[in-house]
């Protein structure tokens, strides 16, 4: 009996059969710990993914150009707390973890606030979730939170100040075949629709009876045009304000003339921009025919831009509009291309006169109406031809055009050819000085 005891104990220890499955048994717990993690870390992986949306969607949306804290902040005068931004980034994250089960949410704090031209909207979220595994390792909650921040540059504000030429070249046919039509039904082939009050034959008249458009007629619709460009255009009501001069009435009342004072009314503007005419003159050689005072024009507009501002609606940016055909025709003994024997200046426009704006920081956008070329007139010939001919006459190489373009603000130039018109060129830089003013800002 003791021989056959002993026998089976010594079998037993030696039998290795059932290893397997001890080694199976002790290894399954670390294993199912660590499936089950996973599990938990995946499932709040998925939900903290969600939660993140709704936060992104919450400060995104809640500073949209549509949304209420972005309107509200184009009234705001000083920095601060957007009190409905702040209930509508909450309500937009609440709208969108709706569905989300599986969790506990702590605590969502939205904050959007206006600092400068910058509105700020941050959602940061704090959440918990139990889990199913971890519990095995004294892990009963995984804490989940995030944030989300997005930043939108609100709209600048700016004071446009026009300056029209209206001077009587500005009479000259808008286009060649204009001009054509001028030449052919004048005595003298004269381009120019004078606006003579002297002469009951006056050229201005004629133009007018035969059909013919004049630049000054294209500058009037074109400025119309552009005060609906603007109203289409701005976010903020206000936000554009305009102010409309020109170079005066008559040769008799010559000077700066404030056609519209600066307003954000863009429809009262486009009523004004309808005055907008030809400077008149009482006979030839009134005021010795020198109705394009540049030097004077430009020091008065000057008086009339107060201080450039950083772009909000107490402190707006200054643009100078500039549209002209850029030929100076003024007493100058400064003249930069006098003739022999007079004191009588015409010449492209002096690029000095618009540094002095330059340096207070007021942009300057040009619009060059290009000086046609009018060989069969002995006055364009004379004073004109020497400085407005590049290889095939007027072109960009010409002084009036290189001058022109000096006087601008870098990016805010732009010459209308024969082929265009005044209207879509005076849109287009509008829409150049409002990106300016973004890039700049």
Known sequence: MRAALSTIIRRFVQDRRGNIAVIFALACVPLITAVGCAVDYSRATQTRAKLQAAADAASVGSIAKASPAFKAAGTMTSDGSISVGVTDAQNIFDANRANQTGYTLNSVTPTVVKTGSTVTSTVAFNATMNTMFLGLIGKSALTLSGTSKATASMPLYIDFYLLLDNSPSMGVGATPTDV????????????????????????????????????????RTATQSLMDTASATQTYSNQFRMAIYDFGGSASTL???????LSGSLSSAKSAAGNI??????????????????????????????????????????????????????????????????????????????????????KIAV??????????????????????????????????????????????????????GISDAMNALFKKAVADARISG
């Not at 000077?255 to 004072?261: E, P």
């Not at 005021?287 to 540049?294: E, K, M």
Request: glycine fraction near 6%; charge should be negative.
């Open 180 to 219: 054509q039509t001028m030449v052919n039904n004048t005595s003298d082939k004269c381009a120019f629709a004078c606006h003579d009050l002297k002469d009951k034959n006056n050229y201005y008249d004629l133009a007018k009876k035969l059909g013919v458009t004049t630049r000054i007629d294209v500058l």
């Open 367 to 420: 619009l060059y109406t290009t000086y046609l070329a009018l060989p069969t007139n002995s006055w364009y010939m004379k004073w004109i031809a020497p400085f407005n001919t590049g290889p095939y006459g007027p072109s960009p190489n010409s002084e009036i055009a290189q001058n022109m373009q000096s006087c601008a603000s870098s990016g805010l130039y732009f010459e209308v050819s024969p082929t265009q």
């Open 277 to 362: 005419d030809l400077m008149s003159v009482n006979g030839q050689n009134e005021n010795n025919d020198q109705d394009t005072a540049f030097t004077a024009i430009f020091p008065a507009i000057n008086g009339e831009i107060s201080s450039p501002g950083t772009g909000t609606s107490s402190s707006p940016l200054k643009y100078l509009f500039f549209v002209s055909d850029g030929v100076a025709d003024e007493s100058n003994t400064g003249c930069l291309k006098p003739l022999s024997g007079t004191t009588r200046c015409q010449s492209p426009l002096n690029a000095a006169l618009c540094k002095t704006m330059k340096d207070r920081g007021v």
């Open 255 to 261: 000077g700066l003339r404030n056609l519209f004072s």
